[in-house]
């Protein structure tokens, strides 16, 4: 009975741990529904309608950007794609060989296809190739039954119908880097593109648009299985630019043959830029379509710097241009008009000799002959006596020396040297040949093309400050453009010196004796007035000077002048202002000059003749014909 009693105690006592053990685990059981169905219950019935229902951003049209006629700058057009599907190609390496023989892939096309099927899902679509051609949609299409896996997309891609025209104005678009992520969604969707330069990159947010969302029912692994709603995006805004393509296209076709050059056209009153004009230049489409690594480096070793926008950031010494703003402070700081200098050739400066372009001298000169034939000596003499200082601050308030403010990113300032800057920078004190120097806009003085139609206009249009701009609408805030004329802030110079500087201008062109008479416009009411400028790039040396300096012609392209003009027109109530330099073109009387004259003929005959057959509101709100009429 006994060994029955202790079995019997054995198996009660293993029961009952049995049991307790069942019913704790029963226990934890219990808590663990509870937790996940009644604590838990919100988060995992949202991940449950998540494994069901996907929202997926969808891409807005990118804005439009116009020229003052509406003509189309940049646009959007259908964009084939080729695609391929891995889980439907099943042999991708096969798939891929059989479209090589269809349309062209580069073998580099083909290697990044195949390392993207083994990042992606096997039912994700894969980009093989965009901006197909119709006849290449058409091969892919006639030969589908032998490409499994491939099927023809089409999307939006970014186009700009005057290429090269308008490309340093407009920029481009082209593929979002790790750099540009900033939080947008938008920006993460495969293929979507941004603005890289130009209007484009200035107003892309703006151009961007918002994006929509499309609700679609996917199985647990993130397959579509089909779509439930749709809700459109945004487009981009569309952006009105104050140029005119016509004009542009005019002004790219009279300098084309030159290697290369910068031209800009402003309204004087208002500011408009109605044309900026920078070669060589590229072809903005290859990059939004995608660009090589040939291509691209093509473009970066080319030595005449087609990427560069050389009408806002491209720095040059002025030459006689600058005698402007030079005979400006001049008569800001007491030197009469009737100052007279004689000029035989040179000046000179304790054992040096300073020379004047005209070998043998202009003989005595007054402030409106030392414009009028340039003459360097003048400018040498006024520059000693009122310092490099009083120039600079002449030269600044005409707008030189700083960034004008322009609606595009890149401008650079140029440089209007002082005493200070030289102390500050080269820690160096300042020497009196260099103020000399400066007098003829040489040595450390830089400007931009931009500058110096900003420094003419503010001469020719009575001394407002004013300031180019390119978008007519008002983008993210950006209003100064809408001033009207008359809220345009006057620079306070006084307006007999501004006259007089006008006449030495007017005489520049209009005169026998002046430096640009041959390109004197002949119709008396579309006059122009302007100063030539030839900016050295290389030291003369005395020998040569001796024996003859060298005609450009006889010179390599880089050891040869820059050109350069600034002009404006009518002389009687001036509207429009121009800049043109030429790198390395020689004179600037007899390159720059017939460029700035067939321009400005040109801009005078789009604006006025429209003048008068229509009315048409300008970006101030006022009529072109009654500005021009006062």
């Known amino acids: 009975m006994k060994p029955e009693r202790t079995r019997s105690k054995t198996f009660t006592r293993r029961a009952a741990l049995l049991t307790g053990a069942k019913m704790a685990l029963l226990g934890g059981l219990t808590a663990r529904m509870y937790y996940l169905q009644v604590v838990e219950s919100e988060r995992y019935k949202m991940l449950a309608e998540d494994n069901r229902i996907n929202f997926r951003l969808l891409a807005p049209p990118r804005g439009f950007i116009v020229d003052r006629n509406g003509d189309y700058l940049a646009i959007n057009i259908q964009n084939y794609q080729v695609t391929l599907v891995r889980e439907q190609a099943k042999d991708v390496e096969e798939v891929l060989a059989r479209l090589a023989q269809v349309i062209d892939l580069e073998e580099h096309e083909i290697a990044k296809v195949l390392r993207e099927t083994q990042r992606r899902r096997s039912f994700v679509p894969i980009t093989v190739r965009d901006n197909l051609t119709w006849e290449e949609v058409s091969r892919i299409g006639v030969n589908a039954p032998d490409l499994p896996g491939i099927s023809i997309d089409v999307g939006q891609s970014r186009h700009y119908p005057y290429g090269p025209d308008m490309a340093h104005v407009v920029g481009y678009v082209s593929s979002v880097s790790q750099e540009d992520l900033s939080g947008d969604p938008l ?42 709603d749709r809700q459109e995006g945004q487009p981009g805004r569309e952006l009105k630019l104050t140029l005119d393509m016509r004009l542009q296209q005019m002004i790219a076709e009279r300098i084309k043959d030159e290697k290369s050059a910068a031209v800009v056209v402003m309204d004087a009153k208002t500011g408009a ?3 900026l004009t920078s070669i060589p230049a590229y072809d903005p489409n290859t990059f939004s379509e995608g660009l090589s690594t040939k291509q691209w480096n093509d473009l970066v070793n080319n030595p005449y710097s087609p990427l560069t926008n050389k009408a806002v950031a491209g720095q040059y010494a002025p030459g006689s241009t600058f005698k402007a703003a030079v005979a400006l402070a001049a008569l800001e700081n007491g030197i009469s008009p009737d100052h007279s200098v004689f000029c035989p050739g040179h000046m000179r400066l304790g054992d040096r000799r300073f020379h004047c372009w005209k070998r043998y001298g202009h003989g005595h000169m007054e402030l409106v002959d030392a414009l009028r034939e340039s003459c360097d000596v003048w400018f040498y003499d006024v520059a000693r006596r009122i310092g490099v200082d009083a120039i600079a601050k002449a030269a600044n ?112 062109v209009n005169s026998p004796r002046g430096t640009a008479r041959r390109s004197a416009i002949k119709e008396p009411d579309r006059a122009m007035g302007g100063k030539t400028g030839t900016a050295q790039v290389r030291r003369i040396s005395k020998a040569e000077r001796d024996t003859g300096v060298r005609k450009s012609e006889e010179m390599e392209w880089r050891l040869r002048d820059h050109a350069l003009f600034v002009g404006y027109a009518p002389v009687h109530d001036p509207r429009f202002v121009v800049s043109v330099i030429v790198e390395h073109g020689g004179g600037g009387s007899s390159v720059a000059a017939p460029i700035a004259s067939d321009v400005l003929k040109e801009t005078q005959r789009l604006f006025f003749d429209e003048d008068e057959n229509a009315v048409t509101p300008t970006e101030t709100g006022e009529n072109d014909a009654n500005r021009r009429t006062g």
């Open 273 to 275: 830029v109605r044309a």
């Open 397 to 508: 308030k005409l707008g030189l020396g700083a960034p004008t403010g322009i609606d595009l990113l890149g401008e650079r300032g140029g440089l209007i040297p002082t005493k200070q800057w030289k102390r500050d920078k080269r820690g160096q004190p300042w020497h009196a040949g260099e103020t000399l120097i400066v007098g003829i806009g040489q040595g450390y003085v830089l400007t931009t093309p931009l500058q110096l139609a900003v420094m003419t206009a503010r001469i020719v249009n009575g001394g407002k400050a004013v300031s180019p701009f390119l978008s007519v609408d008002q983008i993210d805030g950006r209003d100064a453009h809408e001033r009207t004329e008359q809220e345009i802030p006057s620079l306070n110079i006084n307006p007999d010196h501004l006259r007089i500087i006008m006449q030495g201008m007017d005489e520049v």
């Open 187 to 228: 920006l993460e969707l495969p293929g979507f593109r941004i603005g890289k330069n130009g209007i484009e990159k200035r107003y892309d947010l703006a151009l961007r648009g918002q994006g929509g969302t499309s609700q679609v029912e996917v199985n647990a692994l993130g397959r579509v299985i089909k779509e439930i």
